[in-house]
C-alpha cells in the first residue's frame, strides 16, 4: 500500500512540476478567452459566422498581440488590451486582482470553510458521550423501524 | 377561444387559490372539520389540472391553426412550421412556457392528490404547499405574461418559430428540462409539510425517494439533451458552454444528487436530518432561480429571452419561500435532532458528508460564476464576463475530487473502516488505476504538456479507480451468491442486484457518470481546421481526409439552404460521405447549421457547412475531431438505465413487502399529525 501510495504522489508530483511547462498553444489559450462581439455568443476562435463585421479584425489584434508579448508572455496584457479596445464583457474570464479576484477566491473558500465545518463538526461528535457510548438508537415506533430495516437492506448487502 | 383560454386561465387560479385557501384551513384545525376542508381542497386541486390542461390545449389548438390573433402564437409561430414544432410553440416563449409549468405543477399535483391514500394528513399539507406555488404561477400568466393576450389586427403570418429550436430533440428537451424543474416541487412540498407538522420519522423521504429520482432523472435527460443539441445545432463543435442558462439547470441538478446521497444517511441511520430538509429546500429554490435567469433576462445569455418584468415576480416569491422555509425550521428545528453521530472520518458516513459538500462547492461555484456578472455591476457600475476559461478553471479540480470521493465511497465500512478492510478493499483498485495511468502516457495522453493533457489524465486514472472499484464490488458480492445459489458468476452477480436494486443501481449510475467523465475528458485533444473548399478540394484534419464532392442549394416554404456533399477518406481509405448544411430560414431571417458528423466510441469527425465566401463564392467547411464525444451519450445512457433499475423494487421486497400494522400510528411530538397506514381511513 505504501509503494502505491509513493507512486502515486510520485506521478502526481512530476506531473505538477511539468505543469508550467512551455505552452505552445498561446493563441488558442487566449483566443479561447476573448469573445466576439458580433452578438454571435461565441468565443472568438469558434465564431462560425460568415461575413462577421468584428472576428477578423479582433483576430487579426490577437495576432498581433500574442507576437508583441512574446517576449514577456503577458498575457494579462493581451486580455488588457481586448478590454480596453472591445469593452470589459468581451473577456470572459473575471481578472486576478482588484475586485475580480473575489470571483476566484469564493468557490474555493466555500469548499474549504466546508471542509473546515466538516472536519470540526465530526471531531466533536467524536468526542462526545453519545458517539462514546456506542449506538444510541432513539426508540423509534416498529413502522418506522420496519423502514428503516428495508433502508439498510437496500443499501447495504 | 383565446377568451376561453382566458377563462380556463383565471378559473383554475380561483381554484387553486381556494385549494392554498382551504388547505391552510385544514391544516390549523386538526379537527373533523378541518379534515373536511382539506378534503375540499384536495378535490379544487385535481380540478385545477383539468381546468389548466384546458388552458394549454387551446394554445396547442391556437398555435395548430394558425390563429395569429393570439400574440403568442404569431411571435412563435407560423403557417409553414411543421406540425410537431407547432405543438412546440407551448413552451418555446415566455408566456407558453410559464403556462407549461403551471400545467406540470398541477399534473405533478393531481398524481399526488390522488395518491393520497399513501398518508392522508402528509399529503393535505404537501398539497396545500404545491397549490400555494401553482397560485404564483397562475398569478404571473393570468397578470404578467398571458399567452392570451389579442392582436389589435390580424397578419397573414407569424413570426416564426427560432430556426434553433426548430430541431427534434427541441420538442423533447424542454419539457424533460421542466419536468425535472417542476417535479423537485413535490419533495418540497413534502419536506415543508413535514417540518411544520412535526412530523415523525422519515416517512416523508419513503413516499417521495421515487419523485426524487424521477425528478433527477427527468433534469439529467433534459441537461443531456441540451448538450446534444448545442453539439448538433448550434455548429460550434462543443455540447456545454457554460451559459448562465445552462448552469441555471446544472444548479438544482447538483443539489438535488446531494440530497439523493444525503438522504440515505437519514434512512439509514436517522443522521443529517437539518442537512436534508434544507437540501431539498435549496433544491426547490435553485429550480425557480433557475426559471428566473432563463425567463427574464438579467443575465447575458444566448439561451435567454428578452428583459422582462417577471423578474420582481420572481424575487418575490424567492423571498416568500426563504422567508417560510427559515420560520418553518425555526419553529420547529428541535424535532431535528440527529439519532446517530459519526464515529469516524473513515466511514461511509463522513465520505456521504464530504460528497455531499463537494456537490454543493460545485454548485455554489456555479452559481457564484453565473452571478458575478449581477454582482460586478452592484459595486462596479459594469457587467463582466464569466465564460468557460473561469468555469473549467474552478470545477475540474472540485469534480477530480468528486470522481475521487465517488471510487472511495463505496468502499468504506459504516461506522469505521479499519486499515486492514482499506488495504483489502483498496489493492486491486489501486494498482488497476497505477497501470492505466502509466499505460495512458505511450497513447498519446501527456501530462506535462498543459494543465488540459494534466486534468484529461487525472479523470483517466480516477475514472479506472471507480470502475475497479464498482466491478470489485459487483465481483465480491456475485462471490457470495455464486456459492450460495449454486450459479456462475455472472447469475450470481445477476440475483445480487435483483436483490438490492437501489444500491446495485445506483452503480450503475456511478459507472454511467464516469463514462460521461471520460468524453469529457476527451475535450482536451480536439482538433479543428477551417478551410474554403471549391469541388475537388481536399481537407485534411488527423488521418481524416475530406474532399469537396458537390455543393447544392434548396428552397422550400420555411427556409432555404445550402448544403455539400463531402467523401470522407481515412488513411487513404473511403469511409463515408457526409452532407453539412446551412439553413436561412425566412419567417425570422436566421440562418442554422445542420451538423454533418461521423462518429465512433474513439472520436467524432464533425463537420459544419460555415456559407460561402462573399468574395470568391466557394463554400468554408470547418472540420473538427472530438476525441470520445460518444462516451458522454453512452455514460447518459448508462445513468438513465442505473436510475431506471434502482426505481425497481428489489425481488426479495416484492415477496414479502414491509408489513404496515395498526400500530404504527403515531401522534407528532407538537403538531398532532398522525401518521396512518396505506390505506387505513380515519
Avoid at chain 2, 369 to 393: C, D, H, M, Q
Avoid at chain 2, 400 to 416: H, M, Q, S
Avoid at chain 2, 599 to 613: A, F, H, Q, R
Wanted: proline share 4%.
Amino acid at each position: 500500500m505504501k509503494v502505491v501510495t509513493r507512486v502515486l504522489v510520485l506521478l502526481l508530483f512530476t506531473a505538477s512540476s511539468l505543469m508550467a511547462a512551455e505552452n505552445t498553444g498561446r493563441y488558442e489559450r487566449l483566443g479561447s478567452k476573448i469573445m466576439c462581439t458580433c452578438g454571435c455568443g461565441q468565443m472568438l476562435l469558434q465564431c462560425n459566422h460568415i461575413g462577421c463585421p468584428n472576428s477578423a479584425t479582433m483576430i487579426r489584434q490577437l495576432h498581433e498581440q500574442v507576437d508583441a508579448t512574446a517576449a514577456t508572455n503577458d498575457d494579462d496584457a493581451v486580455l488588457n488590451f481586448f478590454r480596453t479596445q472591445w469593452g470589459v464583457t468581451t473577456v470572459v474570464e473575471p481578472n486576478r486582482h482588484g475586485f475580480e479576484l473575489i470571483a476566484w477566491i469564493l468557490p474555493f473558500a466555500g469548499l474549504g470553510l466546508g471542509m473546515f465545518l466538516v472536519v470540526v463538526v465530526v471531531y466533536r461528535w467524536h468526542g462526545s458521550p453519545a458517539a462514546a457510548a456506542g449506538e444510541a438508537e432513539i426508540k423509534l415506533d416498529p413502522h418506522l423501524q420496519a423502514l428503516r430495516e428495508r433502508a439498510r437492506k437496500e443499501t447495504e448487502i | 377561444m383565446p377568451l376561453l383560454g382566458d377563462f380556463c386561465l383565471l378559473f383554475a387560479l380561483a381554484l387553486a387559490a381556494y385549494s392554498f385557501a382551504a388547505g391552510i384551513l385544514g391544516f390549523i384545525r386538526k379537527d373533523e372539520v378541518g379534515f373536511r376542508v382539506a378534503e375540499t381542497a384536495r378535490r379544487a386541486g385535481i380540478a385545477s389540472f383539468f381546468v389548466i390542461t384546458g388552458a394549454a390545449l387551446v394554445l396547442v389548438w391556437a398555435a395548430l391553426n394558425n390563429d395569429f390573433s393570439i400574440a403568442y402564437i404569431l411571435q412563435h409561430s407560423n403557417r409553414a412550421l411543421p406540425t410537431p414544432y407547432k405543438l412546440a410553440a407551448l413552451w418555446s416563449g415566455q408566456e407558453g412556457s410559464l403556462l407549461f409549468w403551471a400545467w406540470l405543477l398541477a399534473g405533478y399535483g393531481f398524481v399526488l392528490r390522488v395518491r393520497h391514500k399513501v398518508d392522508k394528513r402528509l399529503v393535505a399539507t404537501s398539497s396545500m404547499v404545491l397549490a400555494g406555488i401553482q397560485v404564483f404561477f397562475l398569478l404571473l400568466v393570468n397578470f404578467e405574461a398571458n399567452p392570451f393576450g389579442i392582436m389589435s389586427r390580424v397578419a397573414a403570418d407569424g413570426n416564426g418559430l427560432n430556426p434553433l429550436l426548430q430541431y427534434p430533440e427541441m420538442v423533447i428537451h424542454p419539457p424533460m428540462l421542466y419536468l425535472g424543474y417542476v417535479g423537485f416541487s413535490v419533495p418540497f412540498a413534502f419536506a415543508l409539510s413535514a417540518l411544520m407538522m412535526r412530523y415523525p420519522g422519515e416517512k416523508w423521504i419513503h413516499i417521495t425517494r421515487r419523485w426524487t429520482m424521477v425528478t433527477w432523472l427527468f433534469l439529467t435527460c433534459g441537461i443531456a439533451l441540451g448538450a446534444h443539441w448545442a453539439y448538433a445545432v448550434l455548429g460550434w463543435g462543443g455540447y456545454w458552454g457554460w451559459d448562465p442558462v445552462e448552469n441555471a439547470s446544472l444548479l438544482p441538478w447538483l443539489s438535488g444528487t446531494a440530497f439523493l446521497h444525503s438522504v440515505m444517511m437519514q434512512e439509514k441511520r436517522g443522521m443529517m436530518k437539518v442537512w436534508n430538509v434544507w437540501l431539498i429546500f435549496v433544491t426547490f429554490m435553485l429550480s425557480i432561480l433557475g426559471t428566473l435567469l432563463t425567463r427574464s433576462g438579467i443575465v447575458q445569455s444566448v439561451h435567454a429571452f428578452a428583459e422582462s418584468a417577471i423578474g420582481p415576480w420572481f424575487y418575490a416569491f424567492l423571498m416568500i419561500i426563504f422567508v417560510v422555509c427559515v420560520a418553518a425550521f425555526i419553529k420547529n428545528r428541535k424535532h431535528l435532532q440527529s439519532e446517530n453521530k459519526l464515529e469516524s472520518l473513515v466511514s461511509r458516513e463522513s465520505s456521504f458528508l464530504f460528497n455531499n459538500l463537494v456537490l454543493l462547492a460545485a454548485c455554489f461555484a456555479v452559481l457564484s460564476g453565473t452571478l458575478f456578472p449581477i454582482l460586478s455591476e452592484w459595486v462596479r457600475g459594469y457587467k463582466i464576463t464569466v465564460g468557460a476559461p473561469f468555469f473549467n478553471k474552478v470545477m475540474l479540480p472540485i469534480g477530480l475530487f468528486l470522481i475521487f470521493l465517488t471510487a472511495v465511497g463505496p468502499l468504506l465500512a459504516w461506522r469505521n473502516t479499519s486499515l486492514g478492510s482499506l488495504k483489502k478493499n483498496f489493492a486491486i483498485p489501486a494498482i488497476f488505476s497505477v497501470l492505466v495511468a502509466i499505460a495512458l502516457i505511450p497513447l498519446g495522453v501527456k501530462p506535462w504538456l498543459d494543465v488540459a493533457h494534466l486534468y484529461s489524465w487525472l479523470t483517466f486514472v480516477l475514472s479506472a479507480l471507480v470502475i475497479t472499484s464498482i466491478a470489485s464490488e459487483f465481483i465480491r458480492g456475485g462471490r457470495v451468491l455464486k456459492d450460495k445459489l449454486n450459479t456462475n458468476l455472472f447469475g450470481g452477480m445477476y440475483h445480487l442486484t435483483r436483490r438490492n436494486m437501489r444500491r446495485y443501481g445506483g452503480y450503475i449510475v456511478h459507472f454511467g457518470v464516469i463514462l460521461a467523465c471520460i468524453g469529457i475528458a476527451g475535450q482536451a485533444f480536439n482538433q479543428s481546421k477551417e478551410q474554403e473548399m471549391a469541388q475537388g478540394d481536399k481537407l485534411q484534419i488527423g488521418a481524416y481526409t475530406l474532399v469537396g464532392q458537390e455543393y447544392t442549394e434548396d428552397d422550400n416554404a420555411n427556409y432555404q439552404s445550402q448544403a455539400g456533399l463531402l467523401d470522407v477518406y481515412k488513411n487513404g481509405k473511403y469511409l463515408t460521405r457526409l452532407n453539412p448544411e446551412r439553413r436561412q430560414y425566412k419567417a425570422s431571417n436566421q440562418g442554422t447549421t445542420i451538423v454533418a458528423d461521423y462518429s465512433t466510441l474513439k472520436e467524432d469527425l464533425y463537420v459544419i457547412y460555415e456559407g460561402n465566401n462573399p468574395d470568391t463564392g466557394h463554400p468554408i467547411i470547418k472540420a473538427f475531431i472530438n476525441p470520445l464525444v460518444n462516451w458522454l451519450w453512452i455514460g447518459v445512457l448508462t445513468v438513465v438505465l442505473g436510475t431506471g433499475m434502482a426505481l425497481i423494487p428489489n425481488a426479495a421486497q416484492l415477496k414479502s413487502p414491509v408489513k404496515l400494522t395498526a400500530t404504527a400510528a403515531v401522534e407528532s411530538a407538537g403538531g398532532g399529525a398522525s401518521m396512518r397506514p396505506a390505506g387505513a381511513r380515519k
